[in-house]
């Protein structure tokens, strides 16, 4: 059988790796940006700093915005939304973390429609994945092609181990393992790190070289997938062409994967004719399948952020150490809210540049979202990047536990043992005009450096500098006291994780708000299937790589077996 994989991120490697075991099997991985072997891989790529490598415009897609907040909000112009364009995509340029979310998590995506799904089928294809270099038992594997790690004591940095002690004198227990029994507490984080201390992508995981040899592989990259083909509803292949420009050729194969991830995924099947049909038609597209749920169930973490000064002591000063070394897993004040639903990272170095080694911070966000969001296409021309509207905080339950978060998060950074050491604690966003200072470049250096002595000789004024300056007056005294001020804040600056997800949603036939089957068969449609985390009927309380991951093993069990 004839395996036409489109997309080579976190899913479609794995997907190449597991079908071409199969001799019988041939196996073609098409992928729009470049290869990436490990000894290919460029040092900003390679490091378990992960700062760099997603501004690069080589590794993203760089034309690619999105909206965050919901309509209404003063956060309505869209934002640039870095997503990965090379092979093992998200792998490549995210922060390497590995946590997999709340058993009931997986329990949900069987009872919203996705059968066979529970906590019991994902914990096999956990194991399988991993190599725990820390944990045994249960929950872990130990042979997998993913190492998976926590950084040590020793090597901490000392914004984490304040943060650490401050939560531990607030009440909150300091907990083993992060992705062993789920339980609100602080944990070491864990990470996909390999024994020599880099980044271990599933283009290197899975595709070492020895399976790049097998001769029933191919790997195609730089090329972008433009339209499927079809023969009524039967697909039958693709066309791709040069990502640089050029002639296309069609790829005829007898099952096709589409594992282009939670936004380009749904615009290629939208692109080929299977979407809402009267949006299509307005595209001049002609229908092949009316599936109005294509794009919809579009999910994220909505985020915030608390950050505070770093005087020298505190900073890391291992320039290639990754900069997430623990978290605090936590339970909003929200009535009935799902276990563990808040998350907050301890970021010791908040930038690759000189003004983010002096500032450290507690990145927050909603681990279980209520919101939805939605993406559709604006031209049949693949070179246009999709609509993407994630209307964050549109459900007002995410608005109030967002800032019961922002509010742990800030009594953590004010916390007596914590403004012994540093100082001052003052809310943050990740903004256009963040984004735009951490831009390489002369005058952004000049900027950088230039700031970044300031903040050092202040003194008494940092406080006023960094008001005046960083957060445009700004203060969190005022928002942990005014609703209204912390409200309207969040609504302007809510930021995501890059957690996109939910886009074709698994679930039954009959279900309108599905588009595929459980085992990410289109519904209505033979030969096409999707393996990504556009599959996912909620979103896990998880950084979503690894439960992408997860998922594309037991998917491609399923092909194996089939």
């Known amino acids: 059988m004839h395996f036409l994989i489109i997309g080579g991120g976190s899913a479609g490697c794995v997907l190449a790796a597991r079908l071409s075991e199969v001799e019988s099997n041939r196996v073609t991985l098409v992928e729009a940006g470049r290869d990436l072997t490990e000894a290919s891989m460029a040092p900003h790529v390679r490091t378990r700093y992960p700062g760099r490598a997603y501004i690069d415009d080589n590794n993203i897609w760089p034309d690619l915005k999105a909206y965050l907040g919901a309509a209404g909000g003063a956060s309505r112009a869209p934002r640039r939304y870095e997503q990965g364009r090379l092979l093992g995509g998200g792998s490549s340029v995210n922060a390497m973390v590995a946590n997999r979310g709340a058993p009931d998590d997986y329990d949900e995506w069987g009872r919203l429609g996705a059968a066979g799904w529970s906590w019991d089928a994902a914990l096999p294809y956990f194991r399988k994945l991993e190599r725990d270099v820390d944990f045994d038992g249960p929950y872990h594997g130990k042979d997998g092609p993913i190492p998976i790690r926590r950084i040590s004591d020793a090597r ?16 909150y227990p300091h907990l083993p393992d992060q992705n062993g029994k789920w339980e609100d507490g602080v944990f070491v984080g864990a990470a996909a790190v390999s024994d020599t201390g880099e980044r271990v992508p599933t283009a290197v995981g899975y595709l070492t070289p020895d399976v790049r040899r097998r001769p029933n592989l191919e790997i195609i990259t730089e090329h972008l997938a433009e339209k499927l083909v079809f023969e009524g509803r039967k697909a039958t292949g693709a066309i791709i062409a040069p990502y640089e420009g050029g002639p296309s050729r069609t790829i005829a194969a007898d099952r096709i994967i589409v594992s282009s991830g939670a936004i380009h995924s749904p615009a290629l099947l939208m692109r080929s004719g299977v979407g809402a ?119 007002d339950r995410d608005l109030t536990r967002l800032m019961y978060g922002f509010r742990v998060g800030a009594k953590a950074l004010l916390h007596p043992s914590m403004l012994a050491k540093a100082g001052p604690a003052f809310p943050t966003t ?122 594309a093993e037991r998917i491609a069990d399923a092909h194996k077996a089939a």
């Open 156 to 171: 901490m940095s000392p914004l984490a181990k304040g943060v650490i002690a401050s939560l531990k004198a607030q009440g």
């Open 277 to 395: 049909g009267a949006a299509l038609g307005e595209l001049g597209i002609p229908v092949v399948l009316d599936r109005a749920a294509v794009g919809q169930n579009l999910m994220e973490h909505s985020s915030t952020a608390v950050s505070t000064y770093l005087p020298p002591a505190m900073r890391m000063t291992d320039l290639d150490e990754h900069h997430d070394h623990a978290i605090l897993r936590f339970t909003s004040d929200l009535p009935n809210a799902p276990a563990g639903d808040m998350h907050a990272a301890f970021i010791g170095r908040s930038g690759w540049h000189s003004i983010g080694q002096r500032v450290g911070t507690l990145f927050i966000w909603l681990n279980k979202p209520f919101s939805r969001g939605q993406m559709a296409i604006a031209s049949a021309d693949p070179r246009v990047e999709p609509l993407v509207d994630f209307n964050l905080l549109a459900d």
């Open 430 to 551: 990740y903004s256009a005009r963040v984004a735009a200072v951490a831009a390489p470049g002369l005058w952004n250096t000049i900027q950088r450096g230039a700031f970044s002595g300031m903040l050092d000789w202040a003194g008494p004024a940092r406080n006023w500098l960094i008001n005046s300056v960083v957060t445009l007056g700004l203060d969190i005294d005022t928002f942990m006291r005014d609703d209204t001020a912390l409200s309207d804040f969040l609504k302007a600056g809510v930021g995501g994780v890059w957690h996109a997800s939910g886009t074709l949603r698994m679930g039954a036939a009959d279900d309108p708000a599905a588009v595929t089957d459980a085992m990410g068969k289109v519904h209505g449609l033979d030969n096409l299937y999707v393996c990504d985390a556009s599959l996912m009927p909620a979103i896990p309380r998880a950084n979503t790589n690894t439960p992408t991951i997860m998922l």
